[in-house]
């Protein structure tokens, strides 16, 4: 299946064949998405008797984290939760009072990465009451808020919250709330027919151990899920913008907007509220990675680029973390995607009459009219303060992104008061009402 030409479907194919013979994965299976459609699908390897297919089960691991969060920003969309406020309020009894749901999402809030049991994913779970039982004071290895430290035991919680909130299992909500009206029918909290056995493979061997898989209760929001190609392939359209109304498109932007990050100034890596973030190839990408005993997946999209690609595969361990860029990169080597043809597009008078130069002080900035009433502020040369802004019923403006997100631009009569500073048509204007009083210029 592929709507992609024979050269790239040939080349995407290659890849994956590689990565299935030299990594030795009993079964691995790919897929890429673009505008919202299944665009290509590759498979190598066996299940049973013949290759993977679409509808071939494997286990998704830690990509339920980022479907249970989609229920939790639902919660805060409806006003039931603030992401501000403290687990206690939702969940009571457990030893992290002051940690909050935001911090839970984005794994800043300091708690043990496993919970205080045998190996979880490899032995049946807990009831959640004995887990919140075991959780003491111990189980917080920072101060909330200070650094990323990847939890498990947070996504535990954090389904409990939503089980508390909607009255039933947090399985059933995400089935209901973000799996059903996506179109992802065949992704279940235990495995259905047919699907993939999840294997270690030996290292020094071309033998096969089976692994184990049990319910894990409690820990389940953690990683439980299982699905196939094709509903991972509608969850990568949803991730790069087909929301269908499971989400608002500025609550999954700020989902993927960086929260933390796992690797200094210069990040690569990061997390946001349920998603991971990467910075490759010139991509910014969201989405997930995912592992349990006997199985992988990941899942990235990239949003401006409406793309996803994904991979699943029944191994635990040994898929290398590049295949999924370098799939993108075959694609955009193959076919890249043309822009946008440009069109003019209707402009009132009076926001047309405010663009063009303006002046912070000395320094000169741009303001031009974007689509939809926006305005875009950026300096005229070199790098400084850029942001948009979309216009508000009382006449103002408001920070979209950059240093000014969140703040209020007014217009002025000649001039611009954004959040107090004094944008004027010429350096420091003296008509303008410019704090400090500024004289005139000199030699």
Same mark, same amino acid.
């Given at each position: 299946?592929?709507?992609?030409?024979?050269?790239?479907?040939?080349?995407?194919?290659?890849?994956?064949?590689?990565?299935?013979?030299?990594?030795?994965?009993?079964?691995?299976?790919?897929?890429?998405?673009?505008?919202?459609?299944?665009?290509?699908?590759?498979?190598?390897?066996?299940?049973?008797?013949?290759?993977?297919?679409?509808?071939?089960?494997?286990?998704?691991?830690?990509?339920?984290?980022?479907?249970?969060?989609?229920?939790?920003?639902?919660?805060?969309?409806?006003?039931?939760?603030?992401?501000?406020?403290?687990?206690?309020?939702?969940?009571?009894?457990?030893?992290?009072?002051?940690?909050?749901?935001?911090?839970?999402?984005?794994?800043?809030?300091?708690?043990?990465?496993?919970?205080?049991?045998?190996?979880?994913?490899?032995?049946?779970?807990?009831?959640?009451?004995?887990?919140?039982?075991?959780?003491?004071?111990?189980?917080?290895?920072?101060?909330?808020?200070?650094?990323?430290?990847?939890?498990?035991?947070?996504?535990?919680?954090?389904?409990?919250?939503?089980?508390?909130?909607?009255?039933?299992?947090?399985?059933?909500?995400?089935?209901?709330?973000?799996?059903?009206?996506?179109?992802?029918?065949?992704?279940?909290?235990?495995?259905?027919?047919?699907?993939?056995?999840?294997?270690?493979?030996?290292?020094?061997?071309?033998?096969?151990?089976?692994?184990?898989?049990?319910?894990?209760?409690?820990?389940?929001?953690?990683?439980?899920?299982?699905?196939?190609?094709?509903?991972?392939?509608?969850?990568?359209?949803?991730?790069?913008?087909?929301?269908?109304?499971?989400?608002?498109?500025?609550?999954?932007?700020?989902?993927?907007? !960086?929260?933390?990050?796992?690797?200094?100034? +210069?990040?690569?890596? %990061?997390?946001? @509220? /349920? =998603?991971?973030?990467?910075? $490759? &190839?010139?991509?910014?990408?969201?989405?997930?990675?995912?592992?349990?005993?006997?199985?992988?997946?990941?899942?990235?999209?990239?949003?401006?680029?409406?793309?996803?690609?994904?991979?699943?595969?029944?191994?635990?361990?040994?898929?290398?973390?590049?295949?999924?860029?370098?799939?993108?990169?075959?694609?955009?080597?193959?076919?890249?995607?043309?822009?946008?043809?440009?069109?003019?597009?209707?402009?009132?008078?009076?926001?047309?009459?405010?663009?063009?130069?303006?002046?912070?002080?000395?320094?000169?900035?741009?303001?031009?009219?974007?689509?939809?009433?926006?305005?875009?502020?950026?300096?005229?040369?070199? !790098?400084?303060?850029?942001?948009?802004?979309? +216009?508000?019923?009382? %006449?103002?403006? @408001? /920070? =979209?992104?950059?240093?000014? $997100? &969140?703040?209020?631009?007014?217009?002025?009569?000649?001039?611009?008061?954004?959040?107090?500073?004094?944008?004027?048509?010429?350096?420091?204007?003296?008509?303008?009402?410019?704090?400090?009083?500024?004289?005139?210029?000199?030699?």
């Amino acid at each position: 299946m592929s709507d992609v030409g024979e050269a790239a479907a040939r080349a995407l194919l290659r890849r994956l064949a590689v990565e299935q013979a030299e990594s030795r994965v009993p079964s691995l299976t790919a897929a890429i998405v673009r505008d919202g459609e299944l665009a290509w699908f590759g498979a190598r390897g066996q299940i049973g008797d013949g290759e993977p297919t679409l509808d071939t089960q494997y286990r998704i691991g830690s990509i339920t984290k980022s479907m249970v969060a989609t229920v939790v920003m639902r919660l805060r969309d409806e006003g039931l939760v603030d992401l501000l406020d403290p687990l206690a309020k939702h969940v009571e009894g457990t030893a992290f009072d002051q940690v909050t749901i935001a911090q839970l999402l984005s794994h800043t809030g300091g708690l043990t990465a496993e919970p205080p049991t045998e190996w979880w994913e490899r032995t049946p779970g807990l009831p959640v009451d004995e887990l919140i039982a075991r959780l003491g004071p111990d189980s917080s290895r920072h101060r909330p808020g200070r650094r990323f430290h990847y939890s498990n035991v947070g996504y535990g919680l954090l389904g409990e919250l939503v089980a508390r909130h909607r009255g039933m299992t947090w399985e059933e909500a995400v089935r209901r709330e973000v799996l059903l009206p996506i179109g992802m029918n065949d992704t279940t909290a235990r495995p259905r027919p047919p699907h993939a056995t999840g294997y270690a493979v030996h290292p020094f061997a071309d033998v096969l151990l089976p692994e184990p898989e049990h319910d894990a209760v409690s820990m389940a929001p953690a990683g439980q899920l299982w699905s196939t190609p094709a509903d991972l392939a509608r969850w990568a359209a949803f991730l790069a913008g087909s929301t269908q109304g499971v989400l608002r498109p500025e609550t999954l932007a700020e989902m993927r907007e !960086p929260a933390t990050v796992d690797d200094g100034d +210069a990040w690569t890596s %990061g997390y946001g @509220l /349920g =998603l991971q973030l990467a910075r $490759a &190839g010139g991509r910014r990408l969201a989405g997930h990675t995912g592992s349990m005993p006997g199985f992988l997946a990941t899942v990235w999209t990239d949003p401006a680029d409406r793309v996803g690609v994904l991979f699943m595969a029944n191994t635990t361990s040994g898929v290398s973390r590049t295949l999924l860029t370098e799939l993108l990169a075959i694609l955009d080597e193959h076919e890249p995607r043309l822009p946008e043809p440009w069109k003019p597009v209707a402009a009132d008078p009076d926001l047309l009459a405010l663009t063009g130069l303006w002046h912070w002080g000395p320094a000169p900035y741009l303001l031009r009219l974007l689509p939809e009433r926006g305005l875009s502020l950026t300096p005229a040369h070199g !790098p400084g303060r850029a942001s948009r802004f979309v +216009a508000q019923a009382d %006449g103002t403006w @408001l /920070g =979209l992104d950059g240093y000014y $997100a &969140g703040e209020v631009l007014k217009v002025g009569e000649g001039f611009l008061d954004l959040n107090t500073f004094i944008f004027t048509r010429e350096p420091y204007d003296h008509r303008a009402p410019i704090p400090g009083g500024p004289g005139e210029w000199s030699a």
